[in-house]
């Protein structure tokens, strides 16, 4: 069966340190790769695209890399700060359906000052 | 200005009620959805228009009918509401193709709560 799958529902990062978010997906071929900020009450937000054919982007302190073989997106929050605390969505297109965007469930990102 | 808005923000309704949920875009995007997220905040798409044609209708109920009266606007209908029903509704545009890549640009959301 067709899966996305965020790492895990919660995690909690030390200010100034690194935040790793995992996207892995099974039985999808996607044409790119978007990641999406959401804060609590409020719509998500887009932050970065990558392409199938890209290894790896960056947007300040964002970098996200894209490896198709093994199914899998990484998304990177460099000296994090309690700013960034929010749930993120990675989500993938797909070539079959250029308008269709399919979400992963979210990893709900706290960082502790 | 609001690139995508939506209303209301918050409806709440007794069960067997018709609801309606209206989006406007001033983006000129020619693509609009609608999503819908649970309790678990699984984002779910279940309509999308292309210049007020359909494109896009998962398996959602008959219940809900979206309707596009021009390629800014994308309204929600439901009828008959049920428990299940309750969630937070996502209006969204977008402009494939191009260089845009399909990026969504989501509206604050409708809080649906049915009674």
């Known amino acids: 069966s067709q899966k996305i799958e965020q790492n895990s529902e919660a995690l909690n990062i030390q200010e100034g340190k690194t935040a790793t978010l995992t996207c892995n997906y099974t039985?999808?071929?996607?044409?790119?790769l978007q990641w999406y900020r959401q804060d609590p009450g409020r719509g998500p937000v887009f932050l970065l695209l990558?392409?199938?054919?890209?290894k790896e982007k960056r947007k300040e302190r964002l970098k996200v890399t894209f490896d198709t073989t093994l199914k899998q997106s990484l998304f990177h929050i460099t000296a994090s700060q309690p700013a960034d605390s929010a749930t993120y969505l990675c989500a993938l297109a797909l070539y079959s359906s250029a308008s269709k965007i399919i979400f992963g469930s979210g990893t709900r990102l706290s960082i502790r000052p | 200005d609001t690139a995508v808005s939506q209303t209301p923000k918050y409806l709440v309704t007794q069960m067997g009620n018709d609801k309606s949920i209206k989006c406007e875009q001033n983006?000129?995007?020619?693509?609009m959805y609608w999503y819908k997220q649970d309790s678990k905040k699984f984002l779910k798409i279940m309509f999308s228009?292309?210049?007020?044609?359909?494109?896009i209708n998962e398996t959602v109920p008959n219940r809900f009918s979206p309707k596009s009266p021009d390629k800014a606007h994308l309204n929600l209908h439901i009828n008959s509401l049920e428990l299940g029903d309750s969630a937070v509704y996502f209006c969204?545009?977008?402009?494939?193709?191009?260089?845009?890549?399909?990026?969504?640009?989501f509206g604050p959301g409708t809080r649906l709560t049915v009674l």
């Open positions: 969204a545009s977008s402009h494939p193709g191009g260089s845009s890549y399909n990026e969504q640009f």
């Open positions: 039985n999808y071929s996607p044409a790119y």
């Open positions: 228009y292309n210049n007020k044609e359909l494109i």
């Open positions: 990558i392409r199938e054919n890209e």
């Open positions: 983006l000129g995007h020619d693509t």
